[in-house]
């Protein structure tokens, strides 16, 4: 007797295997986005579940550092310097990471799609 279980991901879990795994591998910097988008995208259950949770946090830093340095920018001199250190800042990290992170995932969600 057999039972066909169906292996469902979530974005989520995905979400949260990436943030973590690249919490604990910033030391690698190409590959340790590369292993963490691989388990995320086997976590997310397939491509493009995987290329959402890739995209998703992303978007999410960047509204909240958008808004952060809104609320700086009100200060004379401090709020207009950490307003544009932080944008550029947050652009190139966040550019540098999701390029391993986005491959790393679709080769995840793709052999995840393919067991």
């Known amino acids: 007797m057999t039972t066909d279980v169906t ?4 974005i989520p879990k995905a979400m949260a295997w990436m943030i973590g795994l690249s919490a604990a591998l ?3 910097p190409v590959v340790g986005g590369l292993i963490a988008g691989f ?3 086997k976590k997310a259950g397939g491509v493009f579940p995987a290329v959402g949770a890739v995209l998703l946090p992303g978007f999410i830093f960047f509204v909240v550092m958008l808004l952060f ?3 700086l ?3 004379p001199l401090i709020g207009q310097l950490f ?3 932080a944008g550029l800042g947050s652009f ?3 550019f540098m ?3 391993p992170l986005l491959i790393g995932a679709v080769i995840g969600g793709w052999t995840e799609e393919r067991s």
């Not at 292996?7 to 979530?10: I, L, N, T």
Request: hydrophobic fraction near 50%; charge should be positive.
């Open 39 to 41: 388990v995320g995208g």
């Open 73 to 75: 920018g009100g200060l």
């Open 69 to 71: 340095g809104g609320i």
């Open 92 to 94: 190139v990290l966040s």
């Open 97 to 99: 990471h999701v390029i």
């Open 7 to 10: 292996r469902r991901g979530s």
């Open 26 to 28: 910033f030391w690698m």
């Open 83 to 85: 307003q544009a250190i």
